[in-house]
């Protein structure tokens, strides 16, 4: 399998554009999440969606941030307008089955800087 | 509402030495433990999981033992590698958090040859 797939795998802008980052989940499974990992703050849950509908988005830090699963193979987390504050390694995680004790695979993370 | 404390690092052992990450909960329900660990530059791999009271998770010679009267689950190793070097994170789920898993800081890890 080919796991979950992220990307771009690094991206750098600048203050103000708009930044779109993209998920592939492991086919099968029907959970995404979405997480953001910086030095100050470790991981944080973003948002996540079960069978392709959004089930708790109260990680999105405000407005600028926005999240869509239009097919169960598909996810993307926008951000606009960009900030450098926004810089952070952004994971999309994926897992099969309702229940808590089932795994989350998580993908390699796309490296976002702001300038 | 739930919660994960991890021991703090950085930790920095040498090669062939034990290893002993602590991990402590706060949860309302019964959750399911996990460790994962990060090698530089990559995403999250699980280590090893155990799913209710006394259940031992092992993978590649790590060990943690969930044990509900200490709400612990501390990571083991008898003989760590250079290769073991990375971040270790301790995290939890239960059905009263939904799917979230909640993870505790991080300990970095370094083993020196």
């Known amino acids: 399998d080919a796991g979950v797939i992220q990307s771009p795998r690094h991206e750098v802008t600048e203050m103000g554009q708009e930044v779109t980052l993209r998920c592939k989940p492991i086919s099968g499974h029907n959970s995404l999440f979405w997480y953001r990992q910086t030095m100050m703050r470790g991981l944080e849950l973003l948002i996540y969606f079960n069978n392709n509908v959004p089930i708790d988005d109260s990680g999105m830090p405000e407005d600028r941030f926005s999240a869509k699963m239009p097919n169960a193979s598909f996810s993307t987390l926008k951000i606009q307008p960009s900030e450098p504050r926004d810089s952070a390694v952004y994971f999309c995680?994926?897992?099969?089955?309702?229940?808590?004790?089932?795994?989350?695979?998580f993908g390699p993370g796309t490296r976002l800087l702001v300038l | 509402g739930n919660s994960v404390t991890q021991m703090e690092g950085p930790v920095t052992l040498s090669e062939e030495a034990f290893l002993t990450i602590n991990c402590t909960y706060t949860?309302?329900?019964?959750?399911?433990l996990f460790w994962y660990v990060q090698y530089p530059g990559e995403g999250l791999q699980l280590l090893l999981k155990?799913?209710?009271?006394?259940d031992k998770g092992s993978n590649k010679g790590f060990e943690a033992t969930y044990r509900k009267e200490t709400t612990s689950f501390h990571l083991e190793k008898g003989s760590v590698q250079v290769s073991d070097s990375a971040v270790y994170f301790c995290a939890l789920s239960d059905l009263e958090g939904a799917q979230k898993l909640v993870f505790g800081q991080g300990t970095r890890l370094t083993i020196n040859p």
């Open positions: 155990a799913t209710k009271a006394d």
């Open positions: 995680a994926s897992k099969s089955g309702q229940g808590p004790q089932e795994t989350q695979y």
């Open positions: 949860a309302t329900g019964y959750p399911s």
